[in-house]
Structure formats: C-alpha cells, structure tokens
C-alpha cells in the first residue's frame, strides 16, 4: 500500500453535501474514508465506507483508525454530518435537543479528537466544518435556535483550533452555507427558500464543494469561516 496519496475524511457521506465533497476529494486523486449511518460499501479501492452514527463516541476513533489501517494518513476531515431542524423554540422537544447535540456537535468533538492526534503525527493536517449562515444572520421566517447553537459553537471552535494548532503545521476551517439544492429541500420549496438569498437562488452541491476544495487549497488561510450562502451574511 503507497501511503504517499492524500486521505480525507468526510462525515455524513452517503447523499447531499457528503456525497458532493467525497467526490470532489476522489476526483483530485485523494483516498477518501466516508462515514454515515446509511452509507453503502464502496467497489472503488480508494474509497472506504464506514458506517456509524457520528454522536457515538466510539464511531469517531473507529473512522479515523480504519482510515489509517487502509491508507496509511489522515491529511483532512471534512466534518459535514448535520441535522436541521427549524421550528419556533418553545415548540422544540428533549429529543430534537439532544439529537441535534449528538450529531452537530458530538459528531464534531469525537472524531476531530482522534483526527488531529493522527495529524500531529504526520505535522500537518487540515479540518474543515460544514456549518450555517443561519448562525450569523439570524432571519425570523426560519426560526432555528438549534442550528445557531450548535452550528455557530462550531464556528467558534473552528477558530479556537485555529490558534491553539497554528504553530504545529495544523489549519482549522469552516464553510458557511446558505440553503443549498439537496434532498434534505423538497423541490416545492425551491422557489421560497430562493428568496431567502439576495442572489435570489438556492446553492448547488457543487458550490460548497468548491469552497472547501479552495480551503484545502488555501494554505495561508485558518481561522476562517468562508460563507458560501448567495449574499445573506451580508444582509438584504
């Protein structure tokens, strides 16, 4: 096994922004370990597929160690696994707590853990959080207390690794998005989450998956979060 190909990691894989970023990361010659509850095996050597849910503690080291058993390095994790739910805050349930918890920032913490000791081996390395628009400019017609607690905890801990693995050869970043094109939207609701962004369009795939090739490729940028969402972070 040539252990000199570079190996992402990306959560939540198997469809929407996963599937996007594993490709994108395939397409540029990278291994890729690929986590999610649902997600299939792979025919494709360079490809593992790893399921798990992401808030079980244990789903993080298993990831991360089978990366290394088949490729030898982890040189970027992609933490894109999410849940969003949007909903009036005194409507929110326990369990809808303690899910988005376990997903948006469990997820995060557990596999981010085992993903930089394996870095730190190597001295280089380079984490990316997939997270929300919505955790900066707050909008009354989509109501998500949940999202901006979690989603922008990541925001604030993309920034907080930023400076404590600066000096270790380390980069920390987060993509932003806006409402992007995935099945999560049902295509009835196009035309009123467009209007959502002032370029008055939703996002595609392809243009989150793009940022975070361009972070990757950025190696004098960390501690950012790059907002990807058509003009909202901006305001109307």
Not at 80 to 91: K, L, Q, R, V
Request: hydrophobic share 40%.
């Amino acid at each position: 096994m040539s252990k000199d190909r570079k190996v992402a990691v990306v959560t939540g894989a198997s469809q929407g922004l996963g599937a996007g970023i594993v490709k994108g990361f395939r397409e540029r010659g990278y291994r890729v370990a690929a986590t999610s509850r649902s997600i299939q095996p792979s025919e494709d050597p360079n490809l593992l597929a790893i399921r798990g849910d992401i808030g079980d503690p244990a789903t993080g080291k298993k990831v991360i160690d089978a990366a290394v058993a088949a490729f030898g390095r982890i040189d970027t994790l992609v933490n894109n696994a999410g849940i969003f739910i949007a909903s009036p805050f005194t409507d929110y349930s326990e369990d809808q707590y303690r899910a988005k918890l376990s997903t948006n920032l469990d997820g995060f913490f557990f596999i981010t853990q085992h993903a930089i000791a394996a870095m730190e081996k190597r001295g280089s390395g380079h984490i990316v959080q997939i997270t929300t628009t919505l955790a900066d400019q707050a909008n009354s017609n989509v109501p998500s207390v949940l999202a901006a607690l979690t989603k922008g905890g990541l925001n604030a801990a993309t920034r907080s690794l930023a400076i404590e693995y600066a000096t270790r050869g380390i980069r920390v970043n987060a993509v932003s998005p806006g409402v992007i094109k995935t099945p999560m939207h049902a295509p009835e609701m196009h035309d009123v989450l467009a209007a959502l962004h002032p370029v008055n369009r939703l996002g595609e795939v392809e243009d989150i998956v793009q940022a975070v090739l361009y972070l990757e490729d950025a190696h004098f940028v960390t501690g950012e979060i790059l907002h990807v969402d058509g003009g909202q972070v901006a305001g109307h």
